[in-house]
């Protein structure tokens, strides 16, 4: 569990809560936030900006009522859920004792992502809405598109999401026609490998708020509009007397709480109002498929290891080295050396199915445990998620059983060729 | 050498030496800590730490016999114990010429091949302890038992024994104290011991976490043995099964209210203050996230890979930790108020240097560069006052080699353990076995109770891990089962038998064991003797040990118990007490001699024993050599009977309070 | 010959070797193919055992192969040729116990010493070795100290032993 990381402690990069300083907003925008919010509900700067840049998207982009806003949280618990077996299989597939300093960068952000996985779960039941996780249209395969996950008309009741992604990115960069923007990001099960990295530094581009764009859309734009519905509705309710949060004790015992969930991914925020539901989802889009950790102050550095977003931590995998104090997204990593070693690696086939299994019994049946495993996993989370939050010790233990279930099957080669088998995160008879 | 006067010197970084440090540097004074023990483990800085850590683990893996010592090295300039070499222990074999021990028991003196101990008793002695930084917890099981009332006056109230100077309420806050700091698992309303009235534990007091959880077989346990009766010597008892308080990390306890203990200098008082926050599980010594939890590796004993086991490496870092933080936070002046503490590693203490007024002056220590020389550098080290937490065996040792506490004849003697007796068989089904923290329940029922006046008290631990402790489990099954020995027909087995045939027997192992109290007798002792020293010429411990009377009849009725218990289980017996092995004794029960062996349970205490006079004890009740003003011996050394309990929570309870007689001392 | 041309030689030959040495270990063992390969020990194990037996090892491997060869896995009189021809063989019996042995437990034992159990070396070959023992798993645990099951697994219904 270590690395030799930069050992200079550096204060965090991201922003605090409140208390903040005055926002730096045009006057005009400014001015329309305020009037359209209450003044008991001061707004965080990070908050702030958000809305403004999601104001400035089409009308349709707007979440309108409390259906909707469960839809896209249900979306963002199976987008978090989506990232897990890729970054596991990269993960299973480093060779024992290999490439100790990329599993831990791996390892730092899975946590996190199970982290996240459980803080939407809170946010979505704490306004009332129904978790699903072992359900198969809730249930990722791979290959697949990220974007695909954001890109549904039932979700927002707009026309296309990715249409306005699209807007959105150009409206960032100011009007420019942005070069290379995607219309997906391809995420499957792949070994520890350089493509591996760069569908992960995919996943967690960094978004703008209030700034410059890559011009690609990105999940951080899903999330922006998600948190503008949240406050919005929230605004709304609050200006009438009532709160999108339930009071239901029944529904409050939902939560999952840091005596649930422990380790080193950061903190279960148990979400009962406004306050911690930013806080849940702050820390979701802070660590995670990530804001550009500039548009809160300029010029900050990239030096602390456990606090870096997602990006940049695959970036040092991918650059061979790690940040350290006084770097910036420009800098790139200047600090030491992290080494990779690409080849001692299991040799997994990429997106693994049973099918490639069938000419062995026994090594189907071994990839059968493992999907029965996850199976098992995502109904012990079901249970966590909707009034069992006990289960989650138990979904742990599932957790244990695929790791050591994915190393056998690594090690088992396919057939005669030279590639070998690997976990497949199946649904079990969702296959013919 | 340095001509620093530290405020405190202490000997040993185990959990006593460990606990006083981090409390006397609290609350501002210099202390110097002296380590046998390797360089190596005692590094604190993430990297360091845990390599040194994996090469514990992988020399464990590779151990042929994961005996507690296994995992740590066994150094030349510093020995540990081994229990390996009880087994080359043979009563009718002395190997020692006795030209120079004058003694008329010499023909009872036996070198163990291998052994740092000289035994010298009708029984071996069959413990061990470690002799690396953290000391003998880095393999303890984990058990944090309180003493109960009736322990401490036993003289008293049942004729056996002796009383303490000091009661179960004068400890009480000092217990709370090492609860906290062990970080306890447990559930203080499911804790129904014999003896006991309201306030053992007090109005509304908790655990700092929830219980860890009670094992699979546990739960089969309690579903057929709880509340039955069984017979004993003609009384009638209901059995009681309660988990166990564990040292290791479970779910925070939320009603759980207390910070760490602190100095309060105006009353004199360590007192334990209520936090601010809940309580945090403490993980491992290179990486806090490591370790939240227990995650059942089932080798508590001897390494916990993870370090979710409370070890006093812990106490150790979060010492070193708040003293940077606090001088990383004053500016100026405000830094020479902040204590320190320094550790010396590879430094054995081997004389303690006695000024003509009986104060301590300074104590000698040998510090050596390589583990397997015999080299060294003398070395002194000069404080304020002196503490030596060494180990009892050790304490002792040094106290004889330095001709201390000689007020009375009393250092060395009454060396107590626990002996252990082992009740094994087969259940009916598969009762999931080898899995979790080695016990999580215990039937506390013969821990106190009138019978005290016949025979010794007992505690009886279900364990968790099959046969491992009494058949050398799985490994003798294997061997067994593929020579066809026990198999049906003698079968040799192989293939899909083979696994069919261990997978269902070892599934059904059961095991429990009766840990039976040993009077502090006169004649348990540990001496020195000049012909025998270690490689740096310090002396080994020479050991006389026997079982009495009364504790062998402890012994018996714990056996009986496991019977009963076992008819009523329906678990089919397969104990058996073999007599070719160098513990077994016998025992007269109903008119014939029956036969039994004993086992060491690494809870050796009594050797400096605290008392009411300074005619029949070496330390007072605030663990202060009569002898010596500025010199304190702490440890299991210090106590005086041993109950029914592991001995590690009692002995970090004294720790603080020895720390806090200390820091009265000096202001 | 050339050295490389030689060297390619004996790799051939040990993959060979390998399979005779896998499917030996099926019938030895009771475990798949899979379940062997997943430990990821069986080319350690192979060498080990040729280590300290050398030659007989050899032999043990051919004989395992007329035994499959003529009966097949699956005939009723395979389990017996097995028995009689290796593990009540003189020669072969200490090597196919041993071979049993590395897979179950990552040690390897003198079976000849009279010892007793406590003193027979039981030499565990790596860490690696240990940790990947398949006796654990088939009673429904995990070995001493690794592969972890995780907080209140313990607590937890055993998994029964997975017999195919």
């Known amino acids: 569990m270590l690395t030799s990381k930069p050992k200079n402690k550096i204060k965090r990069m991201l922003p605090g809560d409140e208390p903040e300083e005055a926002p730096k907003l045009r006057r005009g925008a400014r001015a329309a936030i305020a009037e359209s919010l209450p003044s008991a509900l001061p707004q965080p700067k990070w908050v702030r900006l958000i809305r403004e840049d999601v104001e400035r998207l089409p009308e349709e982009a707007r979440v309108k009522n409390i259906k909707q806003l469960r839809k896209l949280l249900r979306r963002a618990i199976l987008i978090e859920h989506t990232t897990i077996p890729p970054y596991l299989c990269a993960l299973y597939s480093l060779q024992e004792g290999t490439n100790q300093e990329s599993a831990e960068v791996i390892k730092s952000v899975l946590v996190e992502e199970m982290l996240h996985w459980i803080l939407a779960a809170n946010v979505l039941n704490a306004i009332g809405g129904e978790p699903c996780v072992n359900e198969p249209r809730f249930i990722p395969s791979y290959p697949s598109n990220l974007l695909d996950l954001l890109n549904t008309k039932t979700d927002t009741g707009v026309t296309s999401l990715k249409e306005l992604l699209k807007v959105d990115a150009l409206s960032a960069s100011n009007g420019k026609q942005s070069n290379g923007s995607t219309d997906a990001i391809e995420v499957g099960l792949l070994r520890f490998s350089e493509e591996a990295i760069d569908t992960f530094l995919e996943i967690e581009t960094p978004v703008p708020v209030g700034g410059e764009s890559s011009g690609n859309p990105t999940i951080g734009t899903f999330y922006k509009i998600l948190i503008h519905g949240l406050e919005t509705l929230e605004a709304e309710a609050h200006a009438k007397g009532k709160t999108i949060f339930t009071k239901d004790p029944e529904r409050r015992k939902r939560q999952i709480t840091p005596e649930h969930y422990y380790g080193s991914g950061g903190k279960a925020v148990v979400v009962t109002d406004l306050h911690t539901a930013r806080k849940a989802l702050k820390e979701i889009i802070f660590q995670g498929e990530g804001f550009d950790p500039r548009f809160f102050e300029k010029d900050i550095s990239i030096g602390d290891y456990d606090e870096i977003g997602h990006f940049y931590r695959f970036n040092q995998i991918k650059q061979g080295r790690y940040y350290e104090e006084g770097d910036t997204p420009e800098t790139g990593p200047r600090g030491a050396t992290l080494r990779v070693d690409w080849d001692e690696v299991y040799q997994m086939k990429p997106n693994p199915t049973l099918k490639d299994y069938r000419h062995d019994p026994d090594l189907r049946a071994k990839g059968k445990a493992f999907n029965q495993g996850y199976m098992n996993l995502l109904d012990k989370m079901q249970k966590a998620f909707t009034g069992q939050p006990d289960a989650l010790q138990e979904a742990v233990v599932y957790m244990f059983e695929l790791k050591y279930l994915a190393g056998e099957l690594l090690k088992n080669p396919i057939g005669a060729g030279e590639l070998a088998a690997g976990p497949i995160f199946g649904y079990l008879g969702k296959t013919k | 050498m340095t001509d620093k006067i530290y405020d405190v010197v202490i000997v040993g970084a185990g959990v006593a030496g460990a606990v006083l440090a981090k409390v006397l540097s609290g609350a501002g004074k210099s202390v110097l800590l002296l380590e046998a023990g390797k360089q190596a483990g005692i590094e604190l800085e993430a990297v360091a730490a845990y390599a040194n850590y994996q090469s514990y683990l992988n020399t464990f893996y590779t151990a042929s016999a994961k005996v507690p010592n296994s995992p740590y090295p066994n150094l030349k300039t510093a020995p540990s114990p081994d229990v390996l070499a009880l087994s080359n222990f043979d009563v009718q074999k002395p190997v020692i010429e006795q030209d120079d021990w004058p003694k008329k028991d010499d023909s009872k003196l036996r070198l163990n091949q291998g052994s740092y101990f000289v035994q010298k008793g009708n029984l071996p002695f069959g413990s061990d302890y470690a002799r690396s930084p953290g000391g003998t917890m880095l393999h303890w099981l984990g058990t944090t038992l309180r003493m109960l009332p009736n322990d401490f006056r036993l003289k008293t109230t049942y004729g056996h024994g002796e009383d303490w100077p000091i009661s179960y309420e004068d400890l009480k806050p000092y217990y709370e104290m090492a609860e906290r700091e062990i970080g306890v698992s447990g559930a203080v309303d499911e804790q129904e011991l014999p003896g006991i009235d309201s306030n053992f534990f007090g109005a509304d007091y908790q655990y700092p976490m929830q219980k860890i959880p009670q094992s699979y077989l546990d739960g089969k346990f309690v579903e057929q043995a709880k509340g039955k009766t069984i017979k004993v010597n003609g009384v009638a008892y209901q059995l009681n099964v309660i988990s166990t308080p564990q040292g290791r990390n479970s779910t925070p306890n939320k009603n759980y209210k207390f910070s760490a203990a602190q100095w309060d200098a105006r009353q004199k008082k360590l007192k334990l203050v209520p936090g601010e926050e809940s309580y945090q599980p403490v993980g491992s010594i290179w990486d806090p996230h490591t370790g939240q939890r227990c995650e059942g590796n089932a080798s508590c004993v001897p390494i916990c890979p993870v370090q979710a086991k409370y070890n006093p490496l812990k106490t150790i870092k979060s010492a070193v930790d708040k003293l940077k933080e606090l001088s990383d936070n004053t500016t100026g002046g405000g830094k020479s108020s902040i204590g320190s503490i320094e550790i010396i590693a590879q430094a054995v203490a081997s004389k ?45 040792k040094l106290l004889l080699a330095s001709g201390a506490c000689k007020g009375n004849d009393h250092v060395g003697r009454h060396l107590m353990d626990h002996t252990c007796g082992l009740a094994w068989g087969l259940m009916p089904k598969d009762i999931g076995g080898y899995r979790g923290p080695g016990s999580t329940s215990n039937i506390p029922t013969f821990r106190d109770g009138a019978f005290r006046k016949e025979h010794s008290a007992f505690i009886m631990p279900i364990d968790n891990w099959g046969w491992n402790w009494p058949a050398l489990s799985p490994f003798s099954d294997f061997i067994n089962a593929v020579n066809g020995q026990g198999t049906p027909q003698n079968e040799q087995l192989f293939g899909k038998k083979l696994r069919g045939y261990l997978g269902d027997r070892l599934s059904r192992q059961f095991n429990m064991h009766f840990e039976v109290e040993q009077m502090p007798d006169y004649n348990n002792r540990v001496t020195i003797h000049p012909r025998f020293t270690d490689a740096l010429g310090n002396f080994r411990p020479v050991i006389t040990y026997d079982l009495s009377d009364y504790s062998r009849a402890g012994f018996v009725a714990g056996r009986q118990i ?42 050796l205490a009594g050797t400096h024993r605290m008392g009411k006079s300074a005619t029949d004890s070496v330390v007072n009740s605030r663990q202060q050599a009569w002898d010596h003003k500025n010199l304190y011996l702490v440890g299991c050394g210090s106590m005086v009977t041993i109950g029914t309990s592991n001995p590690s929570l009692t002995m970090t309870a004294l720790a603080f309070s020895a720390a806090e007689s200390i820091l009265s001392d000096l202001s | 010959m050339n050295e490389a041309l030689s060297r390619k030689k004996d790799e051939e030959i040990s993959d060979y070797l390998l399979e005779q040495f896998l499917n030996l270990s099926r019938a030895l063992t009771g475990f798949d193919r899979v379940d062997l390969l997943g430990t990821g020990m069986a080319e350690p194990y192979y060498r080990e055992i040729t280590r300290i037996y050398k030659e007989p090892v050899i032999r043990l491997l051919f004989e395992a192969k007329a035994i499959f060869e003529v009966y097949g896995e699956h005939h009723p009189a395979f389990e017996d040729q097995i028995r009689q021809r290796i593990i009540e063989d003189i020669e072969f019996a200490q090597i196919a116990k041993n071979i049993i042995q590395l897979w179950y437990l990552g040690s390897y034992t003198n079976y000849n010493d009279p010892a007793p159990l406590i003193f027979k070396a039981a030499y565990i070959i790596s860490p690696e070795a240990y940790q990947n023992g398949l006796l654990w798993p088939n009673m429904g645990s995990h070995p001493a100290g690794a592969k972890q099951p995780g907080f209140g697994s313990w607590n937890l219904e055993p998994q029964t032993v997975k017999q195919d």
């Open chain 2, 352 to 396: 303690i240097e006695i000024e003509p007024d009986g104060r301590i002056k300074e104590i000698k220590y040998k510090q050596y560069k390589n583990p397997d020389g015999s080299d060294y550098v003398l070395k002194t080290a000069r404080g304020r006052i002196y503490a030596l937490a060494a180990h009892s065996v050790e304490n002792a």
């Open chain 2, 562 to 603: 496991t019977k009963e218990i076992f008819k009523l289980m329906s678990v089919e017996d397969a104990t058996n007490y073999d007599p070719g092995n160098t513990s077994y004794f016998t025992y007269e029960v109903d008119g014939k001699e029956e036969g039994f062996v004993t086992n060491g349970a690494g809870h």
